[in-house]
């Protein structure tokens, strides 16, 4: 089982990315996804979660209305995109699959983080 997130790069306040997460050797659309992010010297905190059918999604309060959770299940992939990217953004980001919810706690699975690093 593993999962990998990428699309990660140095980019300028105000910029947009998308990164993706993509699965191999579990049948992702049978889990929710989430995004966490670590910072330098900081815990990992969530950022966003997506149901299994993509009928729910939930935000962190410091990226609602910026960062937007999506998922197509035929390619067992999950993308975050990030609008308007500050440099608090800045952080390694890691996906994780399990159950729907904002504690690290209920994930099972998580791929290598992917790093985002904003300037300003």
């Known amino acids: 089982v593993q999962l990998q997130a990428s699309g990660g790069g140095l980019l300028q306040a105000g910029d947009s990315l998308r990164l993706s997460c993509i699965a191999a050797?579990?049948?992702?659309?049978?889990?929710?996804v989430g995004w966490f992010r670590q910072a330098p010297g900081k815990e990992r905190e969530f950022v966003a979660v997506i149901s299994r059918t993509a009928f729910a999604t939930r935000y962190a309060d410091s990226v609602k209305g910026r960062f937007t959770i999506f998922r197509n299940n035929a390619a067992s992939t999950v993308y975050l995109q990030m609008n308007n990217l500050k440099p608090d953004d800045t952080a390694v980001y890691y996906c994780?699959?399990?159950?729907?919810?904002?504690?690290?706690?209920?994930?099972?699975?998580w791929g290598k983080g992917t790093l985002v690093t904003v300037s300003s």
């Open positions: 994780a699959a399990g159950e729907y919810g904002a504690s690290s706690y209920y994930y099972t699975y």
């Open positions: 050797g579990l049948t992702l659309a049978d889990y929710a």
